[in-house]
């Protein structure tokens, strides 16, 4: 008994692999349609995480956008070891 044909045609190549296509690569957070808006609850734990083990306790503002806590949590993984 034969088996059917595949309806996926497994010899396309995938267009989300295409080194070509820089779409969908990191973004710098100034450049985020959603940069302003407030950080988000994962960021801002993440961020007083990482002020801490940096011994810069400054560096943690629960009032900074999700673009500016990117960026501070950023250099602060360098800072602390975790880059």
């Known amino acids: 008994m034969a088996k059917a ?3 996926h045609d497994t010899t396309q190549e995938n267009p989300k692999t ?3 296509d820089v779409s969908n690569q990191i973004k ?3 450049q985020w349609t959603t940069g302003g808006e407030p950080m988000t609850g994962a960021q801002a734990s993440y961020l007083k995480t990482l002020s801490e083990e ?3 306790p ?3 503002d629960a009032d900074i956008d999700k673009a500016e806590a990117s960026k501070r949590i950023d250099d602060l993984r360098h800072k602390a070891g975790h880059a």
Do not use: L
């Open 28 to 30: 710098d957070p100034d």
């Open 58 to 60: 400054e560096a943690f």
């Open 54 to 56: 940096a011994k810069e």
């Open 5 to 7: 044909a595949d309806k």
């Open 18 to 20: 295409d080194p070509k």
